[in-house]
């Protein structure tokens, strides 16, 4: 007796393969794999802002008592210095953005994890106008995309936490940019020697299938920034008790989607600061199956005290499952995978308290 699950899967595999090659024009195709939405994912980078909460007398370390005066010189920065900070949320805050601090991620974590909704921005290709007719016909000619991809804006919508955690977090972002600017703030001497704007970070957007690992969309958004702090959201209407909503604007200068490198360029930044040999170096693009950076098993080889790790930050790396050609089921296929650690939460779930594994054939890291 043919098992029902496999034959369904196979029925939706032959209905993809139809939808490419012939026309469905008497709606004969009952197993059509739709994509369903709701599941994705936004990581943002950490800027590196020239902030620091500790005293030092430390002599040779002049450059983080430079990043020490700078919080001590505005009353609302001074409140987030180790001695004078209510909790220790608010040291942690000054963790996720400062050039200088022990965490061991390059990610801001509360971001992602508080991050209700996002829409990502349209690619859209401009024109102009030429042989332009006594008539006065001129026909559009495509040109580029370049207007639609750089510098431009989109917005997030957070969940707040009790202590006003994002709040006070991009509150101190775009505040640490006003004083910069004015020449309140010192700016790391590196940082100015290099060019490089240290309050800019990057946003990584992926788009997730229903299994919550299988890649479907993927974007990068680079120099960015937040733009405005959301203290409207901390409005007071008598007798409402729900939960606050913030509405956070991020100015971007360059986006780019569906690049495989931009895959290899997000475990980078996961795998931290790390010597890298030869084949991690940046090499002219081949192919994503061969990336040393997309690979697993050239992962695991390289990283594998990392990788195995329960509390590494996410990787992506490509499943060549489709290697197994015994049953033609989605699971099969070759697909980017997005691992949050070395035991999933999902399958972890699922087999301790039901001891069963939704996806069997799925390779596990």
């Not at 991809?149 to 917005?155: C, F, I, K, L, R």
């Not at 060019?195 to 969309?217: Q, R």
């Not at 209407?237 to 997000?266: A, C, H, R």
Request: hydrophobic share 35%; charged share 25%.
């Amino acid at each position: 007796m043919a098992n029902k699950t496999t034959d369904i899967n196979r029925n939706r595999d032959t209905a993809g393969i139809r939808n490419l090659q012939r026309f469905d024009g008497y709606f004969s195709n009952h197993y059509k794999n739709v994509l369903t939405g709701g599941t994705a994912f936004v990581f943002f980078t950490k800027p590196k802002l020239f902030l620091y909460q500790y005293p030092t007398n430390n002599a040779s370390d002049e450059y983080a008592k430079l990043a020490y005066q700078n919080m001590c010189s505005d009353p609302y920065f001074s409140l987030f210095l180790n001695a004078e900070a209510v909790n220790d949320q608010d040291r942690l805050i000054i963790d996720n953005l400062s050039y200088l601090n022990d965490l061991d991620s390059n990610f801001i974590k509360i971001l992602t994890n508080e991050c209700k909704n996002f829409d990502p921005v349209d690619t859209n290709i401009d024109s102009v106008e030429a042989y332009n007719t006594k008539q006065g016909y001129r026909m559009p000619l495509p040109t580029h995309t370049t207007a639609s991809e750089a510098a431009g804006q989109v917005s997030f919508q957070f969940t707040e936490t009790a202590n006003l955690d994002i709040t006070k977090l991009i509150s101190l972002w775009i505040k640490y940019i006003e004083l910069i600017s004015d020449g309140t703030f010192r700016a790391n001497p590196d940082m100015v020697n290099n060019g490089i704007l240290d309050y800019e970070s990057s946003i990584y957007y992926f788009l997730l299938g229903p299994d919550g690992h299988t890649l479907k969309y993927w974007a990068k958004y680079t120099g960015c920034h937040p733009m405005n702090i959301p203290y409207s959201a901390l409005r007071y209407s008598k007798k409402d008790g729900s939960i606050v909503e913030l509405s956070s604007t991020w100015s971007y200068t360059i986006k780019e989607d569906m690049n495989p490198q931009i895959l290899e360029d997000f475990n980078r930044v996961s795998l931290g600061k790390l010597d890298y040999n030869d084949e991690f170096e940046n090499k002219e693009y081949i192919s994503s199956k061969e990336s040393f950076l997309l690979d697993l098993e050239k992962l695991k080889n390289n990283f594998g005290y990392i990788i195995n790790a329960d509390n590494r930050d996410p990787i992506v790396f490509y499943n060549n499952a489709s290697a197994d050609k015994t049953a033609l089921i989605d699971s099969l296929n070759n697909k980017f995978e997005l691992s949050f650690s070395n035991r999933d939460m999902e399958y972890t779930f699922e087999s301790e308290r039901f001891n069963f594994d939704s996806d069997p054939y799925k390779t596990k890291i």
